[in-house]
């Protein structure tokens, strides 16, 4: 019998290839524990680094958002038509 947290690592691992994948079929793959273990640790570094790409998202948005406040952000149109 297959222990509980592989199963849960192999649920985890194929719905995150269905969410990569899309509407595209999902390839296939020998499933075992090795090929579970390494697509899981591939799935949770995409994770991070979606969180990450996120967060400088965000702080890029945060920055435009005062620097328009304080006026200090144009517009590259603005500086072509004042030349």
């Given at each position: 019998?297959?222990?509980?947290?592989?199963?849960?690592?192999?649920?985890?691992?194929t719905?995150?290839?269905?969410k990569?994948?899309g509407?595209?079929?999902?390839?296939q793959?020998?499933?075992?524990?090795?090929?579970?273990?390494?697509?899981h640790?591939?799935?949770?570094c995409?994770?991070?680094?979606?969180?990450?790409?996120?967060?400088?998202?965000e702080?890029?948005?945060?920055r435009?958002?005062?620097?328009?406040?304080?006026?200090?952000?144009?517009?590259?149109?603005?500086?072509?038509?004042?030349?």
């Open positions: 019998q297959v222990p509980r947290e592989m199963r849960e690592m192999k649920r985890d691992v719905l995150w290839l269905k990569i994948y509407n595209a079929r999902v390839p793959y020998e499933v075992n524990e090795r090929t579970v273990d390494i697509l640790e591939v799935m949770e995409n994770e991070e680094r979606d969180k990450d790409i996120s967060l400088l998202i702080d890029f948005k945060e435009e958002a005062k620097y328009e406040a304080e006026g200090e952000f144009e517009s590259p149109f603005l500086i072509m038509e004042s030349k």
